[in-house]
């Protein structure tokens, strides 16, 4: 065993504190400004989330003090909807800062890609969705619109250890019926 050398274990390695503030703000664009029309609504939202996560207690002293893991500082969801009649939609902005993926903070990757940080990443999604009747209803989206790649979390084993990528854009298409 060298020294600074990483140790993996499985254990509860100690005691934390996490404490955050979310807040959700929606916005109907036209009612703010007068229009009272019940056939169009244009409507603008944000989520975010701020967390501060830190372990005060270990009996691993490479552990106490540092951020709890897979906890992101920063998680923002933001977008816009517009409804017209019986046609809605939306777009979405998602963002999520860096998150260590283990207890002692490590900033590299170890040979197996194991631990060390995820990076931030952000996605984009759209949706579209059409109400023929109030009994047949059509709704697309598309998901991950950039095609972006970006890493979820690691894995130890199955697929195998390193890091688990996002999926690329996907497409969905649905039709409901209502009996």
Same mark, same amino acid.
């Given at each position: 065993?060298?020294?600074?050398?990483?140790? +993996?274990?499985?254990?509860?390695?100690?005691?934390?504190?996490?404490?955050?503030?979310?807040?959700?703000?929606? /916005?109907?664009?036209?009612?703010?400004?007068?229009?009272?029309?019940?056939?169009?609504?244009?409507?603008?939202?944000?989520? =975010?989330?701020?967390?501060?996560?830190?372990?005060?207690?270990?009996?691993?002293?490479?552990?106490?003090?540092?951020?709890?893991?897979?906890?992101? *500082?920063? +998680?923002?969801?933001?977008?816009?909807?517009?409804?017209?009649?019986? /046609?809605?939609?939306?777009?979405?902005?998602? %963002?999520?800062? *860096?998150?260590?993926?283990?207890?002692?903070?490590? =900033?590299?990757?170890?040979?197996?890609?194991?631990?060390?940080?995820?990076?931030?990443?952000?996605?984009?999604?759209?949706?579209?969705?059409?109400?023929?009747?109030?009994?047949?209803?059509?709704?697309? *989206?598309? +998901?991950?619109?950039?095609?972006?790649? %970006?890493?979820?979390?690691?894995? *130890?084993? %199955?697929?195998?250890?390193?890091?688990? =990528?996002?999926?690329?854009?996907?497409?969905?298409?649905?039709?409901?019926?209502?009996?």
């Amino acid at each position: 065993w060298k020294e600074n050398s990483l140790i +993996n274990i499985r254990t509860n390695v100690g005691k934390a504190l996490i404490v955050g503030l979310e807040w959700y703000n929606e /916005l109907h664009l036209l009612k703010a400004f007068g229009n009272r029309s019940s056939k169009l609504d244009w409507t603008i939202y944000t989520n =975010t989330a701020i967390i501060h996560s830190r372990y005060t207690q270990s009996p691993y002293e490479n552990v106490k003090g540092k951020e709890v893991e897979f906890i992101p *500082s920063l +998680n923002i969801k933001t977008g816009t909807q517009l409804v017209y009649k019986r /046609l809605k939609a939306s777009i979405q902005y998602s %963002y999520l800062s *860096s998150q260590f993926t283990d207890a002692q903070n490590s =900033t590299d990757a170890d040979p197996t890609a194991t631990v060390g940080i995820l990076p931030a990443y952000s996605v984009t999604d759209i949706s579209i969705a059409y109400r023929v009747k109030k009994w047949l209803h059509f709704e697309g *989206s598309v +998901n991950n619109v950039t095609n972006k790649i %970006y890493a979820t979390r690691r894995a *130890s084993g %199955y697929p195998g250890p390193g890091l688990l =990528t996002s999926d690329g854009r996907g497409f969905f298409l649905t039709a409901a019926v209502k009996l």
